[in-house]
């Protein structure tokens, strides 16, 4: 006990060398944890080293060491990032669309037939702006969707939150509050419909029961498609911004 006491503070990362290059992996005790595990976000691309909390951190490092080419495996297979900058291509509902700049002011303009998203301003700006306008966009067509099943369901929501969660596309509390990300306007409008019904439907089952499900297809026709899609390519949207 008195030795568990004393043990000086874990480092936030530890770093690991495999065939020249140099790995930063994240360190995070949990009382929960039974035994040391390593994992790579698909999402951002950290590596995370989960240990109990009496484990040995240089044991930990060395099994991280260990397991030095399934890191390097699991990094090489996420895309890299694709930054909000003129000349960067960002799906817009599912379209790619080829991010333009121009001077002046003005709002963020769309070109269907271009492929275009004409962002006015400073290049230093295009960011920000860029990433405010897919907010908006997204707020309007959860909106949208919401009213529509609104409407057949006879129940509102109580509030709409828009994030930028990494583990969940949507989710509705118990006070009837919905919560999305954002980046669902990137994908396919079928993929932003089916998460609003999805959680629309928990404003009557507050569970995944089969009269959940039932509801749920029901309400939108694109279950099986919407889920499919985001399991093949969910992962892909934190890579833009």
Not at 54 to 83: M, N, T, Y
Not at 111 to 134: C, I, M, N, S, Y
Request: aromatic share 6%; glycine share 6%; proline share 7%.
């Amino acid at each position: 006990m008195l030795r568990a006491f004393l043990r000086r503070p874990d480092p936030d990362h530890i770093a690991i060398d495999h065939d020249g290059r140099t790995f930063s992996i994240a360190i995070l005790r949990r009382p929960t944890a039974r035994r040391v595990t390593l994992r790579v976000s698909s999402a951002t691309g950290a590596v995370i080293l989960t240990l109990p909390t009496r484990s040995s951190l240089a044991a930990a490092q060395k099994f991280a060491q260990a397991h030095g080419g399934w890191i390097a495996a699991r990094l090489a297979r996420i895309p890299e990032r694709v930054p909000f900058e003129p000349g960067a291509t960002i799906p817009l509902r599912g379209v790619p669309h080829a991010l333009v700049r121009r001077e002046g002011r003005g709002t963020v303009e769309v070109d269907p037939q271009a492929a275009t998203v004409t962002v006015p301003g400073e290049a230093p700006h295009v960011p920000r702006r860029v990433r405010e306008f897919l907010q908006r966009e997204a707020r309007r067509d959860l909106s949208e969707a919401i009213a529509t099943y609104s409407d057949r369901l006879g129940r509102r929501p109580a509030r709409l939150t828009l994030r930028d969660t990494r583990s969940r596309w949507g989710s509705c509390t118990a006070r009837g509050e919905l919560n999305f990300s954002w980046r669902l306007i990137l994908a396919p409008p079928i993929v932003l419909d089916y998460l609003v019904a999805h959680e629309m439907a928990h404003l009557r089952e507050m569970n995944h029961s089969a009269r959940f499900w039932a509801l749920a297809n029901e309400l939108c026709p694109n279950v099986d498609a919407a889920e499919a899609w985001l399991k093949r390519h969910g992962s892909e949207l934190h890579r833009y911004g």
